[in-house]
């Protein structure tokens, strides 16, 4: 598996660096785990949540920072797969799906985490489209993603009800990247600033209608929990096999501790725990 073979060998290193994974993606791309999520008709696999969330959790119990890099290409396809016109799906799914192109996922700003509604980058129309100015932070592979899906107020007045949802691609004039956050974990992932200063979008670049961006951040919100949650499956997988490892390492009073009923116990409840997990995590994931 391509966990095993290619992200174990260099994730301390990567983690240590706080370096994107970028030979890795290509890696992945390689092994065709970004068409997972990606229908046949846009040169994918087909598969559904449930399949995308078997391969976060496979690389989350080795490294969780690649994985939620890997995810979050998957989170910002999905809007235009729930929302997109099929001049956009054929546009950028097959980029997307051959992971020749990453995606992220907009919506955060300084005044606007858990409160989403509190966005105050704007898109305001213009001739020719929409031109954008503001600020987004915490952004999942911002700065190292090709194709952003960005939540901005065509509307002011209307609050959240006026909020759209863009595509806007890495490079367009008036796009750029502020600083990289440095983070106490998942450093192989990149979380940055996306700045817009009159930044014009083509109308064509809107997913869905005026006025839709809320609805379409919701339902991703929605859609992309059950991969949270795979990722907590993976760590937690990954920290149960190296405590197992440890336990029939350590040697104490001429023994492996793994032969002490105490250690035994534990060990049992967290893989009674961890199963009882990831069946939820999977029968969630099927349904969605």
Request: net charge negative.
């Amino acid at each position: 598996m391509v966990a095993e073979e290619k992200v174990l060998p260099v994730r301390a290193e990567l983690d240590e660096r706080e370096e994107f994974p970028r030979e890795i993606m290509k890696d992945l791309a390689s092994a065709d785990l970004f068409r997972v999520f990606i229908p046949e008709e846009y040169d994918g696999l087909g598969g559904g949540c449930f399949e995308l969330c078997l391969v976060v959790e496979e690389l989350s119990r080795v490294c969780s920072g690649i994985a939620v890099s890997y995810a979050t290409s998957a989170l910002g396809s999905f809007p235009i797969l729930d929302y997109g016109t099929e001049e956009q799906k054929r546009k950028y799914l097959p980029g997307i799906a051959s992971g020749e192109k990453l995606a992220a996922f907009a919506l955060t700003e300084a005044t606007a985490g858990s409160d989403a509604s509190a966005i105050r980058t704007t898109a305001d129309r213009e001739e020719g489209g929409y031109v954008i100015n503001g600020t987004k932070q915490f952004i999942t592979n911002g700065g190292e993603a090709e194709t952003y899906i960005v939540i901005a107020l065509t509307n002011k007045a209307k609050g959240a009800r006026g909020a759209s949802a863009f595509l806007v691609e890495k490079g367009t004039p008036g796009f750029s990247f502020g600083k990289k956050e440095k983070k106490m974990g998942i450093r192989a992932s990149s979380t940055g600033e996306l700045v817009f200063r009159n930044c014009l979008v083509p109308e064509e670049n809107m997913i869905g209608k005026e006025g839709m961006g809320f609805i379409v951040a919701m339902k991703l919100l929605d859609r992309s929990r059950p991969g949270i949650a795979a990722q907590s499956v993976g760590l937690a997988q990954g920290a149960l096999e190296a405590a197992v490892d440890y336990a029939r390492e350590r040697i104490q009073f001429g023994h492996p501790i793994i032969a002490i009923q105490a250690v035994q116990h534990m060990l049992a409840d967290m893989a009674t725990q961890l199963e009882a997990a990831k069946l939820l995590v999977y029968g969630t994931a099927r349904t969605i």
